[in-house]
């Protein structure tokens, strides 16, 4: 049965209170809302401030990721499937790129696949893809006893680094640079221009070392091996002032260690536009649970640049589902899950999601049994996110994990069986020292976090929860400074924002619409569904039906030990995953989408094991501390769960673009009924249309007026050309009238008002 559209709202009244999932949360001291809606850095006395992190992820967080057109095709075959794959790939790797950047996709359709090499990817433009992530998809088994990686997307180029472009290299002049700093100064006779790429490179010294400890391991630090290397564009050039599209996440300290430089380079054979989605890597092994000779990473990512891995399992591997090197950039990875690893639990081993490389965005991914499950390598220079992401039983901690890494932020992570840190590792492994510094822990969950400020630099742990802030333990007569607790704020009570790159990318997104004359969309037609019915928990026959995507339902299955409920349904332990469908027409996006859902706790112990996962099973959304469920709530009470997708997916809203919202709760919780309210946009506005509203009338005509002549208010430049003028109001006037009889009602705003205003209100009942 299909989602059903909401013909009648009914008001249900009852005695009580309403449950408000979006109640005030306190403010950071280090960031807040100031009154014009814009976020606002406290700052300490060396000008440090918590650093913008929105442009981790693909092509900067700005764009969406595309969808490739299939190309070539691979069906499932028998004995060892690598050689007919790796053919398709270098069949579509062989094709002209087109406009859009890519080359097309290799489809494995659904079935078993066996791979006893390595595959490779090594061209721009290629995507692989299959038909399902979970055990009734796409499943490349890769066989044999080779520690190796099942899929490398690794640029051709050799060279561990960036080129230097020869004479480029110049110093950075201040004598400070602050972490979260955009801007700089250089000495003159630069040639630098706008959109050049290059490197800030930040030096380690021997006079750094002896102040923040490392020259006292057991293995010292050496000069020149631990410098960082921020990867940037050029945004704009002020005579001898550069600015550049990424902030500073380490402090740029001239006059104390030595000279900081910035060169120009190149990198002609970096890949970008390279894609894995929408399948599963199972490695083959002996059975037992400690075997080491199989394969032991599922995608290995380095030299790229706006690459992507989504919807994808990596099953049994022994290190990684996904792991970055120093050179990728701009990476996004979402929706992938790291399943039941195979290998000792021990050093260098089970490092789910490894990233080394900058502006790296893991988001919605889920580990099991692991040990460094969201973990930053040696001299990582972010800023780099990890968001939403759930690390299950773990076996250690989380975080950056040796030689200073340098700027990510750890937004909404939770983590059970240990700690979330950013700390003093002394001389672990071969000598660890410092693991990371300007580590931002965000609205996270764990047993408990320890977070210290090394020399020169800090850590910030904000709005977590689940566990104690520790100095923690380390031997003294490795270190003999004074290790301090890192900044703390608001321990035990999340703030707002809920995420803080969500809440940053908004902006940053705004900021670039209006830098670049676009007109924000307005939703033209708005789309509310309705699953279940709303009758206070009677299962009263057809209109309790729900439709489930098959594949959703089997991934549901695979992920939870729980049987498959029905809407209504009060039996403790049963898991419900249910489907929205919609269409969306060509030319339309959705611009914003709100989750109602009305819901009855079944026991008292809910709130240690309920969760709720949003279109794909990796997505663990744990309703007390991610979505703001009161923990207090007693078997029997009732409660009406408002959520603002946006806040979830991000203002893009990707993963509601194809037309196909899954929602899955597990295990004690009773759902009456669920809504999905969609607000859709025109994105292929008419002629003269100049707001966007579908209609061309005299709101048009006022928006040219009141900019004609400019060549900044650009909002009705019709034609293109730079400025508004006479041109583009005979736009207007030869189209006056369009979309008017056609059109459906506006709604200016976003869904989550839409449905308050509709009068869907749920109270809370106790007991």
Known sequence: ???????????????????????????????????????????????????????????????????????????????????????????????????????????????????????????????????????????????????????????PDSSPFWSRVDGSTVNITDALVPVGATSFNVESGHTFSPNDNIVINRGSTQAWFEDIGTDQLDNPWQPGTRDLRFDRTITAVDGNTITVDAPVVNALEQADYGEMTVYQYTFPDRLQNVGVENLRFVSETDGTATDEDHAWTAIRLDGVEDTWVREVDAKNFGYAAVSTGRTAKAVTVEDVSYLEPVSEVSGGRRYSFAVQGSETLVQRAFSEDARHDFVLQSSAAGPNVFLFATAKDTNNDIGPHHRWSAGTLFDNVHVTGDKINARWRGNSGSGHGWAGANMVVWNSVADAFEIQNPPTAQNWVIGSTGGPVEIGNFRIDEYDGTIQIGNVDSTGTPVAPNSLYIAQLRERLATFAAANNNAPLVAVRQETLLAGDIDGFVNNGSSDDFNVDADFLFGANESSNFPQGTFDSTEKDRMLAFTFDYNLAEGEEIVGASLVMGLKVLDTNWYANDVLRLDNHAARFHLTDTLDVPTGLQAGDEYALVLDLADIFGPLLSPLQDGEFNVFLSDDHAIDFATLTLDIAAVAALAGDYNLNGEVDAADYTIWADSFGSTTNLAADGNGDGVVDAADYTIWADNFGAGSSTSPAIVPEPGMMGVVSCGLVYFLRRR
Not at 95 to 116: E, F
């Open 1 to 155: 049965m299909m989602s059903k559209p909401i013909l009648t709202l009914v008001v249900l009244a009852s005695s009580g209170i309403i449950a408000n999932a979006m109640a005030d949360r306190p403010e950071s001291s280090w960031v807040t809302v100031g009154g014009d809606g814009k976020l606002q850095y406290a700052t300490d006395a060396e000008g440090d401030r918590i650093p913008d992190f929105s442009t981790a992820g693909y092509r900067g967080g700005l764009e969406r990721i595309p969808t490739a057109t299939v190309q070539a095709t691979v069906n499932p075959g028998v004995g060892d499937d690598s050689a007919r794959i790796q053919a398709a790939i270098d069949q579509v790797s062989a094709l002209p790129i087109g406009a859009d950047g890519l080359r097309g996709a290799v489809l494995l359709t659904r079935g078993q696949y066996q791979v006893a090499d390595t595959l490779r990817i090594q061209t721009d433009g290629v995507v692989l893809r299959g038909e399902g992530q979970y055990g009734n998809g796409t499943v490349l088994t890769a066989t044999g006893t080779t520690q190796r990686n099942a899929l490398e997307i690794v640029g």
